[in-house]
C-alpha cells in the first residue's frame, strides 16, 4: 500500500487528483491539505510515499514547504502555468502536471513514480527546488523554529553568517538556522540590499553604521544593532564599490 | 555623426594604396616630359600628398554637413573650390621645387589645367563615394532603430495579451471545470458560460469608457469564477451606492485591482478571506475603495510596484494625465486601495 498526500489551496484541484487516484487501488491517499503549513504537519506524520504539490499556495509555496523537510518524499508537483518552474523540472527530470491534466497524463506520471527510485527521485526534486529558489528573488525566508515556521521577511534581515551546513540569519528578533548554503542566499537575496563582505557573511547594506580599520589591512563592519562583521580582502572593494567610497 | 569611410581599416589601405600608384605613375609620366628624376619625383610626392589631404578633408566635411534634395551642387562647388586651391599651390608653390629648370617651370605653366581637371575629378570621386557611404550607414541605423522599435512594439503588445489572458487563472478555471464536469455537470456548464463570459469581456477595446453598472457585473463574473476554485475561502463584499451605477469608468480598471486584492488576501493569510468592495459618490469624483486583508510582517507594499498596482497607475495616468488617482492605503492588518474616477 502506498500512501500518498494531496496538497493544494483549491479544493476542485485537489478533488480531481483523488477522482483519478481511485483507479489505483494499491495507492491510498491519507490525508488532503490546503496549505504548505497542514502539508508539512501531514507529511511528518504519515510519512507518505507519493505527494501532490501544488506550487502556488497561501503564505509558503510548495518550494518553501520542501525547503523545510528534512527527508524529502517523492512528489508530482501540479501547477497551472509556471514557466520557470517548468523548465527547472524539465532539467532535472522531475515529473510534473500541468493544470488541467487528463487521466492519460495522470497515469504516465504514476508509471514514472513507480519506474524510479525513491532516492533518485528525491536528488533530483531537491536539485529543481534549489535551482529555482535560488533564482528566484524571494521577499521572504522561511526558517523552522523548534515545531513552529517563521516566515521571515527579508527587509527585517540584519546580515547573515555561515555555520557548518546551516546559514545562521541574524534578524531583529534573534537568530534563526536553515539548513542553506551562504552561496544560495548570495545569489538570491536582491544584490542592492545585501552584499557578501565575507566568505562566512552577508551583510545587509542599510545595517552598516560604521567601517573601522581592523590590524593592518583588515576591516570590521559596526552595524545599527552594535554587532561587528569582519570584512575580508575581497570583500572590501566590493563593500567600497556599492557604497560609492 | 557618422563615422568617415576613412576610418574603416580596409578603405584607408586601398586609399593610400591608390595614392602610392598616383604618385609613382606621375613619376614616371614627368620623366618622359624630359623633367629631371629628383624634380619628377618630388612633384609627384608633393602633389598626391596634397591630393590625398583634400581627398580627407572633403570625406570628413561631407560627414557634419550631407546635402539633400538639390543641395548637391554645392558639393560640386566645394569640389571645384579644393582644386582651384590645389592649383594655386601648383601655380605659386612648386616653382620653387626645381627654380632653375625652365623646362620644369613651362611644363608645370602648361599642365595646370590637366591637373585641375585629375584633381576635380579625383576629389569629386571621393565625395560621392563618401556621400554614398554616410547615406548607406544612415539607412542602417534607421534599419536598426525601425527594427528595435518594431520589437518593443511586439513584446509590449505580446505582455499586455498575457496579461488580459491572465494564464494562471485561466488554467486554474479549467481545472476546475474538468474537476466539476464529473462530479457536478450542470455547475461545469455554468463556470464554462462564466468564463466564456468573462474572457470576452476582458477582450474587449479598452478604449471607450463604461458604466459601473457593467463594470461590477463583469467583475461578478469573474468573482463568481474564483470563489468556485477557492471554495468558502474568499467571501467578496459588494457596496455600491445606487447614485454611482450609472457614473463612468474605464473598462477594466477595477478587476485588476480586485485579482490583485484576491491574490494578495488569499496568498498572505490562511483563514478565511473577505474582499470588500465600495463605490460611492464625492463630487465630481467616483470613488472606489477595495479592501484586502494582508500580513504586513511578510508582505511589502512600500516596496517598488507596491503590490502590481504599477500598471493600473500607469494606465489612469495615460487616461486623466493625473498620478495621484490611485492610492495603495496599508494598515495594519488591511490593504485599502482607493480609485478616484474624474466624472467631468
Known amino acids: 500500500m502506498i500512501k500518498a498526500l494531496i496538497i493544494d489551496d483549491e479544493p476542485l484541484a485537489r478533488s480531481i487528483v483523488a477522482e483519478y487516484l481511485a483507479a489505483y487501488p494499491n495507492i491510498k491517499v491519507v490525508q488532503e491539505c490546503e496549505n504548505g503549513f497542514d502539508g508539512l504537519k501531514a507529511i511528518n506524520q504519515h510519512q507518505p510515499q507519493l505527494v501532490f504539490l501544488d506550487i502556488q499556495m497561501p503564505k509558503i509555496t510548495g518550494f518553501e514547504m520542501l525547503e523545510l523537510l528534512d527527508q524529502v518524499p517523492p512528489i508530482i508537483f501540479t501547477t497551472a502555468f509556471d514557466e520557470f518552474a517548468i523548465k527547472a523540472f524539465e532539467t532535472n527530470a522531475v515529473d510534473y502536471l500541468l493544470k488541467p491534466f487528463d487521466e492519460n497524463r495522470f497515469k504516465k506520471a504514476i508509471d514514472k513514480f513507480l519506474s524510479t527510485n525513491p532516492v533518485q527521485q528525491q536528488k533530483r526534486t531537491l536539485a529543481s527546488v534549489n535551482e529555482i529558489q535560488s533564482a528566484t528573488q524571494n521577499e521572504r525566508v522561511v526558517v523552522k523554529t523548534g515545531n513552529k515556521i517563521k516566515v521571515i521577511s527579508i527587509y527585517d534581515i540584519q546580515y547573515l553568517a555561515a555555520d557548518d551546513d546551516y546559514v545562521n540569519i541574524h534578524t531583529s528578533e534573534g537568530a534563526f538556522l536553515k539548513s542553506q548554503t551562504l552561496a544560495f542566499f548570495e545569489k538570491s537575496l536582491d544584490e542592492k540590499l545585501f552584499l557578501r563582505v565575507h566568505r562566512s557573511y552577508i551583510v545587509k547594506l542599510d545595517q552598516i553604521t560604521k567601517i573601522e580599520l581592523f590590524e593592518k589591512d583588515s576591516h570590521v563592519l559596526i552595524l545599527k544593532s552594535g554587532e561587528k562583521i569582519p570584512v575580508s580582502k575581497t570583500g572590501y572593494p566590493k563593500l567600497k564599490a556599492v557604497l560609492g567610497i | ?344
Open chain 2, 1 to 344: 555623426m557618422a563615422a568617415s569611410p576613412l576610418n574603416n581599416k580596409k578603405f584607408k589601405v586601398a586609399f593610400i594604396l591608390l595614392f602610392g600608384i598616383l604618385t609613382g605613375l606621375q613619376f614616371f609620366a614627368l620623366q618622359t616630359f624630359g623633367i629631371p628624376q629628383e624634380t619628377a619625383l618630388k612633384d609627384s610626392a608633393y602633389s598626391n600628398i596634397i591630393l590625398a589631404l583634400l581627398c580627407w578633408l572633403i570625406s570628413n566635411n561631407l560627414s557634419f554637413y550631407q546635402p539633400t534634395g538639390n543641395k548637391y551642387i554645392y558639393v560640386i562647388i566645394w569640389c571645384m573650390i579644393l582644386s582651384v586651391g590645389f592649383c594655386s599651390i601648383l601655380e605659386f608653390a612648386f616653382p620653387s621645387i626645381n627654380p632653375t629648370n625652365q623646362q620644369y617651370q613651362k611644363f608645370l605653366d602648361l599642365s595646370i589645367p590637366v591637373r585641375y581637371i585629375f584633381s576635380l575629378l579625383l576629389i569629386g570621386t571621393m565625395a560621392a563615394i563618401s556621400m554614398l557611404y554616410y547615406n548607406q550607414q544612415e539607412q542602417q541605423e534607421l534599419e536598426r532603430r525601425k527594427n528595435e522599435a518594431e520589437k518593443l512594439t511586439k513584446e509590449a503588445e505580446l505582455a499586455s495579451l498575457r496579461e488580459k489572458l491572465q494564464p494562471h487563472f485561466l488554467f486554474n478555471s479549467l481545472n476546475s471545470i474538468s474537476a466539476l464536469t464529473v462530479s457536478k455537470p450542470l455547475e461545469a456548464r455554468k463556470m464554462v458560460h462564466q468564463l466564456s463570459d468573462f474572457l470576452r469581456g476582458t477582450l474587449r477595446q479598452e478604449d471607450s469608457l463604461t458604466n459601473l453598472k457593467s463594470e461590477l457585473a463583469h467583475l461578478q463574473l469573474y468573482l463568481e469564477i474564483e470563489k468556485v476554485r477557492f471554495g468558502n475561502r474568499l467571501n467578496t463584499l459588494i457596496d455600491a451606492q445606487p447614485n454611482t451605477l450609472d457614473l463612468i469608468i474605464p473598462p477594466m480598471l477595477l478587476q485588476p485591482i480586485v485579482e490583485n486584492a484576491i491574490k494578495f488576501g488569499l496568498y498572505d493569510t490562511l483563514e478565511q478571506v473577505t474582499i470588500s468592495i465600495k463605490a460611492y459618490f464625492q463630487a465630481p469624483y467616483l470613488i472606489i475603495e477595495i479592501i484586502n486583508p494582508y500580513d504586513a510582517k511578510t508582505a511589502h507594499p512600500n516596496k517598488g510596484t507596491g503590490f502590481g498596482l504599477a500598471s493600473i497607475q500607469r494606465r489612469l495616468q495615460l487616461l486623466y494625465n493625473r498620478n495621484d488617482l490611485l492610492i495603495a492605503h496599508p494598515t495594519k492588518n488591511q490593504f485599502i486601495t482607493t480609485i478616484q474616477i474624474p466624472q467631468t
